[in-house]
Each structure stands twice: as C-alpha cells, then as structure tokens.
C-alpha cells in the first residue's frame, strides 16, 4: 500500500510508467492486482460529474498496468463535508478488498465522523477573510 499524504509518492514502476500521483495505491505482486484509489470531496450536487473526472484522469494508467498484465481498478471515492455524505464508491471499495459487516460499518462511520468534523471547521473559519496560501514560501495571502 502507498499513500500520498503530504509526501511525493511514485506510482510503483512494476506496475506502470507515470508522473501520475494517486491517493493510494494498493497492490498484490501474487495477484497482479491493483487499486487506484483517488479521494474527492465534490459538493454533493455534483458528484456524479467528479466520479467521472477522476476516471477518466486515470483511465491511461490503468490501461497501461492492464497491458503489463495487471487487474486495475480505479476507485474514485466521494467524501462530501456537507452532513458527512459519503458516496457508495467507497462501500464498494471496501468490499472489494474485504473490509465486509462490522469493520465496514465502523469505517464507513468514521469517514462520516471525520466529514462532519471538517466541515464544522470550515464553518467556525467561514468569516476570516485570509488564509495563507498552502505551501508558499513567503507570506501570500489568499482572500476568501
């Protein structure tokens, strides 16, 4: 398994050739098997349109592990902060790699949890007009 938090990871080169970066990656050598997970946060009016962008954004890559002879699966997941949705992509995925009953009903409620959480955060932040911008390397400001 690799995941791309806040460290630039490259997709196992086994697997295929690509500048691409996705959210995680779990794969079986034995299998041949891979997962390309990508998380979006789309508002809930539109995740049907940010499922596709995100397919369509890693439909070469898996093409190309398909033809080094892997199983791809690409797995866009939808998390929405408006009350804690969270699309039935991600149930899917975890039925696939068999996280199934218990254990899916309590990661599910944690995704919700941690949802709920951050919209809350947005808006206790919703009246501050400026924010640093992410990674700047002097002191830019963005204003909301």
């Not at 997970?37 to 962008?53: G, I, N, S």
């Not at 949705?85 to 899917?92: N, P, Y």
């Not at 696939?96 to 947005?122: F, M």
Request: hydrophobic share 45%.
């Amino acid at each position: 398994m690799q995941v791309d938090l806040g460290q630039r990871q490259n997709f196992p080169p086994e697997i295929a050739a690509t500048n691409l970066r996705p959210d995680l990656v779990l794969w079986s050598k034995a299998s041949r098997r891979v997962f390309i997970v990508e998380l979006t946060v789309p508002w809930e009016e539109a995740v049907d349109k940010a499922f596709e962008r995100k397919k369509l954004r890693y439909a070469n890559l898996s093409a190309e592990a398909e033809d080094r002879g892997w199983k791809a699966f690409m797995h866009p997941l939808e998390v929405g902060l408006c009350r804690g949705f969270v699309a039935s992509s991600t149930t899917r995925l975890l039925k696939e790699v068999g996280v199934r009953g218990q254990a899916q009903r309590k990661t599910v409620k944690e995704l919700v949890a941690a949802a709920v959480r951050s919209s809350h955060w947005l808006w206790l932040k919703r009246k501050e007009t400026v924010w640093a911008a992410h990674g700047a390397s002097s002191a830019t400001h963005t204003q909301v």
